[in-house]
């Protein structure tokens, strides 16, 4: 699989003298060998055995998958050493791989993508290493081959690197990873690479953290402009070590890989140096029992790759004292420095996606769920519809993932194809065979290669007949089912999951798509709804003005994915109306914003006896008088305001209460605004238009 003959070219670039080279300074690079297509393809293959041994078919699928989706030329590997900071910003050397797409004629600049590698004790396991390029080498090399430059650093501590690795510490696992791109650039610019600002960090369980973890820290340090972040993809992280994995961990006496403990005493301690004093005649066995003080100090803190001793329950390893201190004293050191590794509590500007598998054994779901409620409630009402960008999404895939490793594949898979749609380049594209297959519902939405939150029925009679297909094959590798059409069938997507769609035409060219379906993931509402009336009666408008991408089509659907009206028309208005089909009875439905590359669902009530009469506006949209009235007049003075879409109060005022009650709206802007009214301890709100 590689080449033996090791060009044992070692390029020796030294900038700047040591003291002086900055972070991200590139020391030294190495040419380690070339990687065919043919080889990626196998790779792939291999990785993906456990998945397609018993469904030949989808075997010969995912091989031909591979074959399209990765570019057609070779890749050439590099170990890079370069400069970089430990955990308190001390200049530090640190080593990784860069992985280059291989062209004689560069003809666009590329992105950088990021691979974080899981968790490893070795410090020789690393992938700057050949000797390592396994199963999961496979995963930065797939990103690669679809035209991106993929850094894949060691971390701190590990290969080359000065130190000890920091357990699942984001900031040096952020650093490490930060700087490697910042290596990789200068390197680029030696070997003629054109390279663009646009990043894409993503990983699995450690990796999974350190994406989270990279984009925190452009974003805490400012790099906004250095690093344009198109998309981060985070596979099963621990992104809230001291809360969800914390309690995950504690309460399971059997937790399967107890040597993460180990090593995350091992890295508090290396990082703050409190948890033993060494002054007061403490040492390591004030926490871990005789034997395994010597050899947590023999094997973990000399990063040999050694853990097969671990006791087969956890708390066998420790003395029983320590263990009641830590779990009873929420200001242990210990439980403090794993409270500094959090990444999951901040303001996330970016599109972010957690994937995770409800059979992990190691890493708790609950810790994505946890990130994605905390980080949408960052941001403001009138940013409504990028909370959909942060998601957390289940890849159990059905049985087919019993297991945390195994959960890795299905994950990168999912990364990769977000990442295909954030690249933002169509010449990264040059060198592929084949094309992308566009598959429409019978309303005529283009599904191919993004997700949907409903089910929809795919009518392929009009589309095999423009593209001259012959055949269309479905597999959804949730559930192992698989769908097979003819020219004259239909393919109903009933089921939720990830599809893997294969087409062939006429001339025999093979044609691919992806499609994730999942259930409505509607996020909170409550401070700012974009369905003007919710629930609706006859009609209501939905407000597109703080969406700010094209919108391809308007559905709602009932709950079981029947399409009950589609809007294709005149929808770059920042105000559509809805109008109530005779079909749409009382219930609940999924109004679909449809742009190119997402679906936004809206959670709409229809009711035909909804309570309109306990707060009413009229006329809407207004404009110059608007008049209001309660059913229900619970005080003597109505508390008034009006505010506009960033959330300033334009109107502010008292007015007596009485059954119809009017405010002058003149003086205000063309725009969307709401009405909020307090009415004794209740308050009130409706949304109107300002014409």
Not at 162 to 181: E, M, P, Q, R
Not at 274 to 299: K, R
Not at 568 to 582: A, I, Q, Y
Request: contains cysteine; aromatic residues 12%; proline residues 4%.
């Amino acid at each position: 699989m590689y080449s033996k003959l090791y060009l044992t070219l070692f390029c020796y670039l030294i900038f700047m003298n040591l003291a002086s080279a900055e972070q991200g300074d590139l020391i030294s690079y190495e040419y380690l060998d070339e990687l065919t297509h043919e080889e990626v393809v196998q790779m792939g293959m291999n990785a993906t055995g456990a998945l397609t041994e018993n469904n030949p078919d989808l075997a010969t699928i995912i091989e031909l998958y591979f074959m399209s989706v990765a570019d057609q030329r070779d890749l050439d590997v590099y170990k890079v050493i370069y400069e970089s900071v430990d955990f308190y910003d001390n200049p530090v050397q640190a080593s990784g791989v860069l992985i280059i797409p291989k062209h004689e004629h560069y003809v666009c600049e590329k992105s950088f993508s990021i691979y974080g590698h899981g968790t490893m004790f070795d410090r020789e396991a690393v992938f700057s290493r050949p000797n390592n390029w396994g199963y999961e080498f496979f995963l930065p090399v797939l990103l690669s081959a679809i035209n991106t430059i993929c850094a894949v650093p060691d971390y701190y501590g590990m290969g080359d690197g000065d130190g000890f690795h920091h357990h699942n510490t984001y900031k040096t696992n952020a650093s490490s990873s930060i700087d490697l791109v910042r290596a990789g650039r200068q390197l680029c610019d030696i070997l003629g690479v054109p390279y663009n600002d646009r990043v894409l960090p993503m990983g699995y369980s450690e990796g999974g953290t350190n994406s989270m973890g990279i984009i925190k820290m452009i974003n805490d340090y400012g790099w906004q402009d250095e690093f344009k972040v198109r998309f981060a993809g985070c596979g099963s992280g621990a992104y809230d070590l001291s809360g969800e994995a914390y309690d995950f961990i504690i309460n399971n006496p059997i937790y399967p890989t107890r040597q993460y403990i180990l090593y995350l005493l091992a890295t508090c301690e290396n990082i703050y140096g409190n948890l033993i004093d060494e002054d007061a005649g403490e040492s390591v066995s004030n926490y871990l029992t005789s034997p395994y003080d010597d050899l947590y100090t023999n094997n973990i803190l000399t990063q040999n790759g050694n853990t097969g001793w671990v006791a087969p329950y956890w708390e066998d390893m420790f003395v029983p004292e320590a263990i009641e201190e830590v779990k009873q004293n929420p200001d242990h050191p210990f439980r403090v420095c794993l409270e500094k590794s959090n990444v999951y509590d901040w303001q996330n500007p970016y599109p972010t996606y957690m994937y995770y598998c409800t059979s992990d054994e190691q890493v708790p779901p609950s810790g994505a769920l946890k990130t994605r409620d905390v980080q949408r409630n960052y941001i403001p009402w009138f940013q409504f519809w990028q909370r959909y960008k942060i998601l957390a999404l289940d890849i159990t895939l059905g049985g087919l993932i019993p297991d945390h490793g195994t959960c890795a594949l299905p994950s990168i898979f999912l990364q990769l194809f977000f990442m295909q749609n954030n690249l933002g380049l169509s010449c990264e594209y040059t060198g592929r065979t084949s094309q992308e297959m566009k598959l429409t519902t019978t309303t005529g939405e283009n599904i191919a290669n993004k997700m949907v939150y409903s089910n929809s029925s795919l009518d392929l009679t009009q589309l095999m007949k423009e593209n001259n297909l012959q055949s269309v094959e479905a597999y959804n590798l949730q559930t192992g089912n698989s769908y097979h059409s003819a020219a004259t069938k239909t393919i109903n997507f009933n089921e939720n999951g990830l599809y893997l769609i294969k087409s062939v035409n006429n001339a025999n060219e093979i044609l691919f798509s992806w499609l994730f379906k999942m259930a409505p993931d509607y996020v909170n509402t409550s401070d700012y709804d974009p369905i003007m009336t919710n629930p609706m009666n006859q009609s209501t408008k939905i407000d597109l003005s703080l969406l700010h991408e094209t919108v391809n089509q308007i559905a709602v659907l009932d709950k079981n994915g029947h399409e009950h009206l589609i809007l294709n028309d005149n929808l770059d208005r920042e105000f559509v109306e809805l109008n109530r089909t005779k079909s749409m009875h009382d219930g609940e439905y999924t109004v679909e914003i449809r742009t190119p590359q997402f679906n936004y669902p809206l959670l709409l009530k229809v009711n035909s006896l909804a309570d309109q009469k306990e707060f009413e506006i009229y006329p809407n949209p207004v404009e110059n008088v608007l008049s209001f009235k309660l059913s229900d007049i619970r005080s003597e003075m109505i508390y008034v305001k009006v505010i506009d879409v960033q959330g300033k109060v334009m109107i502010e005022n008292s007015l007596p209460s009485k059954e119809v009650m009017e405010l002058n709206m003149e003086n205000i802007a063309k725009g969307f605004y709401t009405l909020e009214i307090t009415n004794g301890s209740e308050v009130l709100s409706k949304n109107f238009i300002k014409h």
